[in-house]
Structures are given as C-alpha cells and as structure tokens.
C-alpha cells in the first residue's frame, strides 16, 4: 500500500499540473504570467511537465516594470529557451508614454501598482480569456480565501463577494462576455515547499535569490538595493552587505535579507528556520494592513 | 540537509468549523503559535491590531481571519486555507465559519478534508451547530472525525463532564455515517492537549490533538479500489504518440492492464504511464499521469478510462443531495441547469425534490424548492449519461457542481446516492408498515477480493445464479427445486438449494411468522443466497415469500441477468388437497395464524421470468420445463 503513498511535493505537483490542464481544456486563449521571480519559474516548470512531451500549449506573458535587476531580464530569456515557451514582453514604460498611467513621485518611485494598467491593457491586446498567476495563499491574510479560478468583472476586477465555491476538484470556467479568469496553480505551496521543489527539480535559480556582496540603502526596516530607480534620503548612504532577496520584483520596494544561504539547500535552511514571512520584507504591503486586499480589489495579482 | 526539509512529509487536509465564541479561533491560532508557526512580523501585526482594539493579551483568534470585513465585524465570512507544518507531516486546514447562513462554506471546506476538527463548548455541550456540523461532515464523507470538547478549563478540567459530552455526542452520531471517530478533551486558550498533553487532565489518557493530526492513517480518504480515469486533455505533439493526461480519480492502473473506454465502449491495453518526463510502471488515485494505449481510438475530454470488469455507473438518472449556495435564486422542481461532474459539463434538469433536510435535527420535511444554504434530497436527469460512483464509496466521481445558465456561476453542490432505480426502492421500504430496517455498523467497509467474479465463472465453466421458486405452500416449489438441484449437480454444475423449512432451524430460528418476522426471513435468506451466489453457485431457492416488496428487495440485491423468478402457480384448492405437512388443515382448525392462502394473501408475481402451472403438469414435465430453461441461462 505505501507504493500508493505520495509525500506533500508529489501531491502538490499532481494538483498544479492538474489545474493547468483544466487552464488548456476549458479556456480558449490562456496565458501564464512570468516574473521572473521563484513562484513563476516553478509554475513554468510544471508547465513544462504538464504537457510533456508536448509544448506548453500557451504563451508565457512578463509584465516588466522597467525597474527590473538586469539578473533577472537575462535569466528570464535564458529560461525561455530552455523551456522551448514563447514569451511575450509587455512593459510598464510604454504605458507610461501613451498617457494610460502616471509615474509616482518621489525619491523611490514604484511601478508595482502601475503594472496592473498594463497587464489589463494587455489581457485586452491579446484577448486572453484566462491569466495563471503564481499567487500562493500562505502569502498574504487576503490570498488565504482566494480561489484557484479567480472570476474578474470587465475592468479586471476582484470582488471577493461574488467569487465561485470551490469544490472537490471540480473548476468552473465558464465565463460571460467581458469576464476573464485569473488561476492560481500553485495556491496550496508555501515558500518552503517552493524551494523544496526548486531542490527536487533541480531548477538552475537567478543568482539574486543566493548570498551576494552588494551596496544597499536600510530605509524603515527595509533593504533596498542600490539601483538606478531608487534615489537617496537625507541621512541615507549606500553601504555593502552580503545580501539575498526572498522575493524578485520591482527594484523599488523589493526588500533584500541579510543572508549567508549559498546554495537551494541553504536557503531550505533558512527558510525552515526563519521567523519573518517572505512579504514582511516588502515595502509594498507595509503601507496599510488590508493593503493587499486593496490592490487585488482593482485588478492586482 | 537539516529535519525540517524532509521531503517525505506526507499531507494531511482537514477542515474547521465554528462560530464567534466556541473558540475555533484562538484553537487554530494555539496550534500555529506553538508548533512555532508564526512569523515576527505577523506577530508584531497581531500586536499592533490588537492593541488597537484595546485589549492586553494578544487574541490568537486574529490570526486566522483575513479580509477587512470580516476583522471590522469580527467573524469569518468564506473558507480561508490555512497552512502549516511539523516534521512529520504538513497540513492545510479549511477554516469555515460555523453559523446556518454559512452552511455552503462548511459543505465547500469539506468537500476536499480527510479529516473534519469538530469542536464542542464543555460548559454548553451539544449545540445546533456542532450536529451541523458532524451532519455536514457525515454527508460530505470526511473519512476522521475528531471531537475536540473545548474550554475544559471552564470546567474544572472535570472528567465527568467530558464523558457525558463523549456519551451525548455518541448517542446523536449514530444516526450518521462516521467511519472513525476520535474524542479529546482541551483548553485551546490555555493549551492543554492541543500541542502538548500539559498535567491539568491526568485522567485523560489519550493524545494531544496535534499528535492524532500528525500520525492517523489517511489512506483510507482514498478510493484505491475502482480505477476511474477522467480524460482531461489530449497531448499529441506528433504521429507517434497519442496521450490521455488526467489525475487518476480513484483506483490504481499498471501497464499492460485491460482498460474500457466509456462512452465507446471499447476496449485497449495501456501501453506506457508518463508523470511529467518519467515513465513510471503504475499511477494511483490522485495523481496526474499521460496513458497511451495499444489502440488507436478516438478519445476526448470528458471520457471515462475504467477497467472492464469494475465499471461504473452509466445512467442519465440518479439521485443526490445537493447543497443550495446561491443567495439570489432557489433550486426549484422543473428547473435546468448545468451539471459539471469529472471533467464533463452536461445539461440537467430537475425532476423532483424528495425532501428538504434540516441540518441540526436530520428531519426531513417536503418542498419544491432549496433555498440558500439548505440541503435537500433532489432527483435528476442529466442531457447525457454520467459515468459516477455513489459519493460515499467514490467522492471524486460521486460529486458534481451545479452552474446556473445564465450567470455560469456555481449555485449548487452534489453528491449523488443511487440510480433512480434504487431510489425508489429505497422509498418504498421506507414507505411500508414494518421496515426492512437494515442496520450498518459504521466501522464495516466492503471488503473487495482479489478474484472477481468472471474468474469464478471461468473455473467454474458456468455462471452463477439465483433461482428463485415462490408459489403457495404445497404447490411443489421443494419437490422441484430438490430434483433441479439433483440433475444440476450430476451435470457439474455447483447447485445449491436453500430451503424454507430448513433455514428455520437455525439462520431463522428466532423468527415468527408475524409480517416484520416474515420480512426480515426474507432478507437473511436474500443475503445469504448472495453469498451462495458471490461464491459462483447457481442458488435454488424455495419459499412462500408472499409478498411482493420482499422478493423486489431480493431481486435488487441481484444483478439483473442473475435473478430469476419462477413463479409456481397451483390452484389453492389443489394445495389444500395435497397438503403434504398437513398445515391447511390446522390452518383451517385456526390452530396456525396468518397461514398463506388461508387467511394472509399471496401475491403472485406480476412479470416473474417463467410461470409454471403444476396444477396441470406432471412433476416430470414441471422439472424438466424449469431445468430447460435454466440451461439456457447458464
């Protein structure tokens, strides 16, 4: 009978590649978001071993805010070849030209609420009808109640009221003209299982996730790197630290840890043994307790 | 690599309910705290949020409620996943609130949980909402269920009160289908037994629910027995390969297994199994696999893979209980809708409500409609048929949804019972004066054998059968049925005869002849002419069995094809004439009661498969009528 038996990473991998599956059958224009960052590359992972031996049968879409590390625009491309997937670019800067958004101001201008224009202005472009996002619940207090399809109203919206019961593994996609889906495959990982499954796999990660020496700013509890997009306070100076990030995003508000985690095995480590959650260094959520919920209300991932 | 990343942590998913006070909360937020699940900063936000409020401890209870309404108003709107892990296991808990108005969120949680938390006030015992809750856990199937009787410091951690909560709680489960249940006494607020056994309850001998968390079996929330196989989406990169991906449902596959594919019909060999790049020897329930097959057949999504000798149900009919989740509209006789069920979306409509039932009592009342939060017993017909299970046997291919036409969205959940068929059977024992009560021990599961019934065939060189002789005492139903079972035996078949009189010697021999007695002789013998029969014999019965209900019982218990009914028709007065044991004449003397065809009717069968009338025909003639017509069933 133990033969029958499947560890956490087996069940949580069966579940993913299922509800991609469910993504490629029940929608006629699906797409999966790609940030670069280790929720996204494990998503595209199982993508990869969802239809193998066939292709990903969708494009992988990244939303780039321009304020991206070089590190991670040269993994993204190098990662695009190995998974033989075709990516489509769409950046914030170009909203930005035509007049949709306006940049923030101020001495770390983020581009992380801005992104939402251009995804949704991108969903039209493209006409996708279903957008798979690497959100996990164990993330965030407003994520814990998501669903694994997210239903959004025609201006991409989340009402966290009219959102569908979710039962055995039975999804609903259908889907009224104007509305599109957000899917979550990865809903039940945590951060742990996350990096477990990176060990399992093997999944080659940028160098921004291991310890690195670099010059970095502390503003109000946060490590900000030091990079083109953010500017210095006063009383502020650059110093060196040895450093990891925990998450990948926009350089303005992505915190970085001290961290000596060299290897995937390391970060486990850590990661088990850690007693802050890997938002808490996000300067972004930090701005009101229900600020998540806020964003994921107009349209945010 | 340290302990804590073992990978070989297995899962276990359960599932919460409960109200603002009963403590569910701060239970949930104890087992984060203590197996050191929290992190710094929610803390700090805990803090903060708490301090806010005013008050001076920190309430664990903020931890587990996530949107801002449901903070402002203090209580838990929707299913919030939780989750968490100690070195032997990982666990995600569906956390629900435990108010009437939330039943769906309830039914919504369980659906996915192999084990259900319930919990119970020690100071207020068995309230509406624990029996809710335990009725919603029973009806969704949740193979463990854990009654944690909270807030035993309000008690004086008393012994005494908490086995009348055990007894009370006990006496109200046995009405439902629990297969395994557990009691432990805690104080979530001061954390006795919750992660540690603390020496405040001595008398309690059992462990601390973390510990039964992390070390009860849960195989058993998994169906390894009927191999069911939804096609999810074809992968055909190229001319030379042809694959099915899909998440095995239930049961297990290897390669080289005869497979049938439904709706076709036809059947293959499945010729490899891929989990993502591996080609792996087998797949079992749950996981997501590729098959390819030895055949070339047009398969798509929404097909069934099943093995050919354990098939599921086809019908188009059948009955669930269904759970009302729409505010703003009611189900309703006459309404159509659209089903989803596996990986199949079909057209359903709704034949009739059976009855509403009441989740804090189990009573059934009539309705024609179910209304937000209610769950009632519903017939339907789908557009097109459903390969399912029954839900308690197979929740995944016994669960369905229902999506409303107009607005797609999800207004119901099912769980399907029976065919129509056996609805109705159900319904017309339950109807009759005294009920064939049949009374299932909760810890009894089929056991399955590793032969089936086509090898039995095999070896046996004939199938098995239940022939079934009614007729009136002394219409020669023993005396044929002892020489059919002669010639049979000398032909090499395995015949077997049950006899009235002699099964009333021992398996019946508590038994009277009052109408329940009656009933229930017919059933000990029914059952026992299955067994007979799952043994590959070919089963000659001979009994009055007058009433029509008790025959339909036994031929239900039967496959079709396998049940025959000879009704031996003998013209009373002749039988009266004869009267070989000389009991119509003490029937007439009134020295016997209720004798048939004296003063308690015979029922004669209205489509029995051969009618013989002995009253015409010689016994050669009437033996050799019926052995001809068994051999060609055979």
């Not at chain 1, 170009?94 to 101001?105: A, K, L, N, T």
């Not at chain 1, 694994?148 to 996609?173: A, C, I, M, T, Y």
């Amino acid at each position: 009978m133990s033969a029958y038996q499947m560890n956490t990473l087996e069940w949580l991998e069966s579940q993913a590649m299922y509800v991609m599956r469910e993504v490629a059958a029940q929608f006629e224009r699906p797409v999966m978001l790609f940030s670069g960052g280790k929720d996204s590359i494990v998503m595209s992972q199982l993508a990869r071993k969802a239809f193998y031996p066939g292709p990903i049968p969708f494009p992988l879409m990244h939303i780039d805010t321009g304020h991206n590390f070089q590190e991670t625009l040269d993994y993204r491309d190098w990662w695009m070849n190995e998974l033989g997937a075709t990516l489509i670019v769409r950046t914030v800067q170009d909203s930005i030209d035509q007049g949709r958004v306006q940049e923030e101001e101020g001495p770390s201008p983020s581009r992380n609420a801005l992104q939402t224009v251009t995804l949704l202005d991108a969903i039209k472009e493209f006409q996708f009808d279903a957008a798979m996002g690497g959100a996990r619940r164990d993330e965030e207090k407003a994520r814990a109640k998501e669903r694994f399809f997210s239903v959004r109203d025609r201006f991409g919206q989340w009402d966290p009221k009219n959102q569908r019961p979710e039962l055995w593994h039975v999804f609903n996609g259908l889907k009224r003209p104007g509305e599109h889906f957000r899917v979550f495959p990865i809903s039940n990982w945590t951060e742990l299982d996350v990096w477990q499954y990176i060990a399992r796999e093997e999944i080659p990660m940028p160098s921004l996730y291991f310890s690195h020496r670099r010059e970095i700013v502390r503003r109000e509890g946060v490590i900000l790197a030091r990079s083109p997009h953010v500017s210095l306070l006063d009383g502020e100076r650059w110093e060196p630290a040895r450093v990891r990030f925990r998450t990948i995003g926009d350089a303005t508000c992505t915190g970085a840890t001290e961290s000596e985690a060299a290897s995937v095995e390391d970060i486990i480590d850590e990661v088990a043994a850690t007693r802050v959650t890997e938002r808490g260094s996000r300067a972004d959520d930090r701005r009101s307790e229900a600020a998540m919920e806020e964003r994921k209300k107009q349209g945010y991932f | 690599m340290t302990q804590l990343v073992d990978t070989e942590r297995d899962l276990l998913r359960f599932t919460t309910a409960g109200s603002v006070d009963d403590g569910k909360s701060t239970l949930i937020g104890r087992m984060l705290y203590d197996s050191k699940q929290i992190f710094q900063d929610q803390m700090d936000s805990l803090e903060r949020a708490s301090k806010l409020r005013g008050e001076e401890t920190v309430d664990l209870a903020l931890l587990t409620d996530g949107l801002r309404a449901e903070r402002e108003q203090r209580i838990t709107i929707d299913v919030a996943y939780r989750y968490f892990s100690t070195p032997k296991r990982k666990f995600i808990i569906a956390d629900t609130p435990g108010h009437e108005q939330y039943t769906r969120n309830m039914v919504t949680g369980a659906s996915t949980a192999d084990l259900a938390v319930i919990l119970l006030d020690a100071r207020k015992g068995l309230l509406p909402q624990s029996r809710r809750h335990a009725i919603i856990a029973s009806l969704l199937a949740i193979p463990h269920v854990i009654v944690a009787v909270n807030k035993m410091d309000l008690v004086d951690y008393a012994e005494a009160r908490y086995h009348e909560l055990v007894r009370e709680f006990n006496d109200f489960a046995e009405k439902l289908n629990i297969h395994d249940l557990h009691f432990i006494p805690i104080s979530a607020l001061c954390g006795d037994n919750v992660v540690e056994s603390g020496d405040r309850m001595p008398w309690y001998e059992g462990r601390p629910l973390l510990r039964v968390l992390e070390e009860i079996t849960v195989t058993r929330a998994r169906n390894l027995v009927d191999f069911r196989f939804p096609v999810q989406y074809v992968i055909r990169p190229h001319q030379d390969f042809r694959g099915f991906a899909g998440r095995v449902a239930s049961g297990t596959i290897r390669v080289g297994e005869e497979v049938t594919i439904l709706p076709s019909h036809y059947h293959s060999k499945v010729r490899s199994i891929h989990v993502g790049d591996k080609s792996v020897p087998e797949a079992a329930a749950q996981q997501s696999a590729v098959l390819t097959l030895e055949n070339e057949i047009d398969i798509s999504r929404g097909d069934m893979l099943v093995r050919s000798h354990n098939l599921p149900v086809i019908d188009q009919e059948f009955d669930a209980y269904v759970c009302w989740m729409d505010e703003s509209s009611a189900l309703h006789v006459g309404g159509d809708y659209l089903l989803q069920h596996t990986t199949r979306i079909s057209k359903v409509h709704i034949n009739d409500i059976l009855y509403r039932m009441d989740v804090n009592t189990l009573h059934r009342e009539g309705t024609d409609r179910l209304a937000l939060n209610e769950i009632g017993r519903v017939r339907c017909t789908a557009a097109q048929p459903l390969y399912f299970d029954p839900y308690d046997r197979n929740r995944e291919t016994g669960g369905f949804i229902l999506i409303d036409p107009a607005t797609y969205r999800t207004v119901g959940a099912g769980m399907i019972r029976y065919t129509t068929k056996e609805t109705l059977r159900e319904l017309r024992r339950e109807r009759g004066e005294g009920q064939l009560q049949t009374v299932v021990s909760t810890n009894i599961s089929w056991d399955q054998s590793l032969i089936t019934p086509e090898e039995r065939e095999a070896q046996n060189r004939h199938k098995a059968l239940c022939l079934w002789l009614t007729g009136l005492s002394g219409s020669g139903k023993s005396t044929i049925a002892r020489c059919v079972e002669r010639a049979l035996f000398q032909e090499g078949i395995q015949a077997f005869r049950l006899d009235g009189d002699n099964v009333r010697h021992g398996l019946c021999s508590d038994l009277g002849f009052s109408r329940e007695d009656r009933m229930t002789n017919i059933r000990r013998i029914g059952h026992a002419a299955k067994l007979l029969y799952d043994a590959g014999h070919l089963v000659i019965c001979s009994f009055i069995a007058p009433y029509e209900e008790d025959r339909t019982f036994v031929r239900e218990l039967f496959p079709a094809s396998a049940f025959l009914e000879v009704y031996v028709k003998c013209d009373i007065d002749v039988c009266k004439q004869r009267d070989p044991k000389g009991l119509y004449a003490k029937a007439e003397r009134g020295e016997i009661k209720g004798f048939t065809g004296v003063d308690d009717p015979y029922e004669a069968p209205a489509e029995p498969e051969l009618l013989i009338d002995t009253s015409s025909l010689s016994e050669e003639e009437t033996v050799e009528r019926v052995l001809q017509f068994v051999r060609q069933q055979l």
